[in-house]
């Protein structure tokens, strides 16, 4: 027989066991082998000389998780587990699969020199087989790291870029640094977002360019404010210039010019509540796309409708730019509300506590 040659079987599908799995016992054997076509398995078993058996899932790659799944209480009791699936990309989904089955530690990912066991022990013999098995690594879950694998990181200092802000109080204490999430909170009226405007204002004379995305105010709204702040001046709620000095109108037209032909501010030209998906989307353009180093976000809980009032929403929109920020290194700082409790006699700008 060849592997070309057809291979039929009689039975029911469901009650189907892995090919090979009547050879394997916990008490005799360093581990099992899960693999794909049932040329596969015998070649596994003969390489390594019966030390580990070789078992085939029924119907390949595409089933071989589930499989595995339904029949963990045969799987489990071996100390290793040895994903020998195919070296192609079905193959590999399934070693991603199954590996979440397991107790971290007890999979180990086979890597064959051709594509699959059969044809490793074929075109270079049994010895490329049972040194593909035995130099298998240990397979862990997304996002699991053994600390060996930072080995020597802490002998250099961290690779962080750290920024001071326009307020010398602030930056004694801890500068800016990339990769973080830093969260502006005070009660309504004491000025979260005049104070996160003034930072902004700070970066861009830096040279950092900045993303602002104000739910509470049009772009065209926030181009006022910024300008008449680098002009130390109000503008946005004149009727007209009257009353300014000719230095106060040429404050004004240099102040225009930094915030609107300098380059460094970004807005997201909207007003009001939106779904969480799209605030992340318009996020992820201005720093991906258009530079953005830092994002200001004023302000979070009027996200969704208001809906992020509601605890566990709230959780869930954190966790979401805070894997945001991981992926982009950037810096996000976000202005959150206080809210009072039922028990507050006063509110927090009053000085109530929260």
């Known amino acids: 027989m060849n592997k070309n040659d057809k291979i039929s079987w009689t039975g029911k599908p469901k009650e189907v066991a892995g090919f090979g799995s009547h050879l394997a016992n916990p008490k005799h054997h360093d581990g099992i082998a899960i693999c794909e076509g049932e040329f596969d398995a015998p070649s ?6 019966g030390k580990v058996v070789g078992i085939s899932v029924p119907n390949g790659a595409q089933s071989a998780a589930n499989f595995v799944k339904k029949h963990l209480d045969y799987f489990n009791p071996f ?22 089955l397991f107790q971290p530690g007890q999979v180990r990912r086979v890597v064959f020199p051709l594509k699959d066991a059969n044809d490793t022990l074929v075109e270079l013999g049994s010895m490329a087989v049972k040194e593909a ?16 694998a930072y080995s020597g990181i802490t002998i250099k200092p961290p690779n962080r870029t750290a ?24 009660g309504s009226g004491i000025g979260k977002t005049t104070f996160a405007r003034a930072l902004a204002l700070h970066d861009m ?3 950092i360019k900045c993303g602002w995305i104000g739910l509470e105010e049009t772009a065209e709204e926030a181009i006022f404010r910024f300008v008449g702040m680098a002009a130390g001046l109000q503008l946005h709620a004149r009727q007209n210039y009257a009353g300014f ?27 009001g509540s939106l779904d969480e998906n799209i605030i992340l989307q318009r996020m992820n353009y201005m720093v991906r796309s258009l530079g953005c ?15 992020a009032l509601d605890t566990r929403h709230l959780d869930s929109l954190i966790t979401k730019i805070r894997s945001f920020i991981a992926a ?6 976000a202005i959150s509300h206080l809210n009072r409790s039922s028990s507050q006699v006063k509110n927090m700008e009053d000085g109530g506590i929260p």
């Not at 037209?253 to 501010?265: C, E, I, Q, R």
């Open 245 to 271: 000095t000719d230095q106060q109108l040429q404050d004004i037209a240099s102040a225009d010019k930094f915030v609107t032909n300098g380059g460094m501010l970004e807005l997201f030209d909207h007003f």
């Open 163 to 186: 920024t001071n802000c326009g307020f010398a109080t602030w930056n004694r204490m801890t500068p800016f640094y990339d990769n973080q999430l830093i969260v502006l909170i005070a």
């Open 205 to 207: 004379e830096m040279g």
């Open 79 to 100: 100390k290793t587990i040895y994903i020998a699936t195919d070296m192609d990309e079905p193959g590999e989904e399934a070693a991603n699969a199954i590996v979440e």
């Open 133 to 148: 098995i035995f130099a298998a690594k240990e397979l862990r879950p997304d996002g699991i790291k053994s600390a060996s």
């Open 293 to 307: 180093k830092h994002i200001y976000l004023d302000h979070w809980a009027i996200i969704g409708s208001g809906l």
């Open 328 to 333: 982009t290194k950037c810096t996000v700082f």
């Open 44 to 49: 596994i078993t003969y390489a390594t000389n």
